[in-house]
């Protein structure tokens, strides 16, 4: 068994009975990835929400798709050539017609999680929602939204702890952060299981991190990568000071090559975003931070 990448003080989040337009939908933790239900061209089955990857990636042993020059890169910066096609969607009781979609090989993972998985969810499927993950009580809340990116129906009493700009890489979501000074756009990955930074950050930040044992990393792609596991104080995300979080270190560059636009400097997945009730809004171009349990406590910088 191997980590998988694709991609404090807490007052309540009290829901608010919802509309038509705001849907729960519930979801299991596998090795701390998010397993939701769905109907693909009739396929019932498992899917991961990985908001690491942009588009909705299948798994060939149960779907076909048609030769392209599409290339899938993974976080080694492997490429996989994909086929494909352009199936419809349903998640509970939403609905998408004809979504693009990536056909690769996912047996590995289903080796792995000792589950048949069907696909990997990409964020822009959510484009036109407003996506909310609640890890404690393992549902999303997917909200439709105006024009201005605004939701029917606000699902949450509490006010937010931080609302951050997303930017993006290839489509896919990052933030700005900070830990010990440096500043860092990190992927907001639902697909990952431990935080990832790059390798040439390590002698930055050394002094300030626990070493664990070396882990072995894999992805969408076959390749398996062994990286140097840590426990990471102080990262910033916002104006909130997170809790330790398990995070690997791993040579970024092949991955920024592959993928157009600004070199990312790491991941934040399971290990950050289990901390707080998560939304995401890509219309908005906004993540929304919000405190997930009374008992639990968070820190404020300026405080």
């Not at 990471?232 to 157009?260: R, W, Y």
Request: proline content about 5%; hydrophobic content about 40%; aromatic content about 8%.
């Amino acid at each position: 068994m191997y980590p998988r990448l694709f991609t404090l003080l807490l007052s309540l989040c009290l829901p608010l009975p919802l509309l038509a337009t705001c849907h729960i939908i519930p979801f299991k933790l596998v090795d701390k990835l998010i397993i939701v239900r769905a109907n693909i061209d009739g396929w019932k089955g498992n899917y991961i929400l990985d908001t690491g990857i942009p588009n909705l990636l299948l798994n060939s042993q149960y779907f076909d798709g048609m030769a392209s020059d599409k290339i899938h890169y993974g976080i080694s910066g492997s490429a996989t050539q994909i086929e494909v096609c352009f199936p419809g969607v349903q998640i509970g009781p939403v609905t998408w017609k004809k979504v693009y979609a990536g056909v690769v090989p996912l047996t590995h993972l289903e080796r792995s999680l000792d589950l048949k998985l069907h696909g990997l969810l990409g964020c822009y499927l959510f484009r036109n929602y407003e996506l909310t993950i609640d890890y404690v009580k393992e549902q999303l809340y997917l909200c439709e939204i105006n024009r201005k990116g605004l939701p029917e129906e606000k699902h949450f009493h509490s006010e937010p702890l931080a609302v951050v700009p997303l930017s993006y890489k290839k489509s896919i979501p990052y933030v700005e952060s900070h830990v010990y000074g440096e500043k860092l756009r990190l992927i907001i990955d639902t697909g990952a299981e431990i935080n990832l930074l790059h390798a040439g950050m390590y002698s930055n930040v050394k002094d300030h991190v626990v070493p664990l044992s070396r882990l072995n990393l894999g992805g969408v792609g076959e390749e398996v990568i062994s990286a140097q596991a840590s426990t990471l104080n102080d990262l910033q995300v916002g104006q909130i000071l997170c809790a330790p979080m398990k995070t690997a270190f791993l040579d970024l560059g092949k991955m920024n090559e592959g993928l157009p636009g600004v070199a990312i400097d790491g991941i934040v997945g399971y290990e950050f975003l289990s901390q707080f009730i998560i939304t995401l809004n890509f219309r908005k171009n906004e993540m929304t931070i919000k405190e997930r349990h009374p008992a639990q406590m968070i820190a404020t910088v300026g405080e």
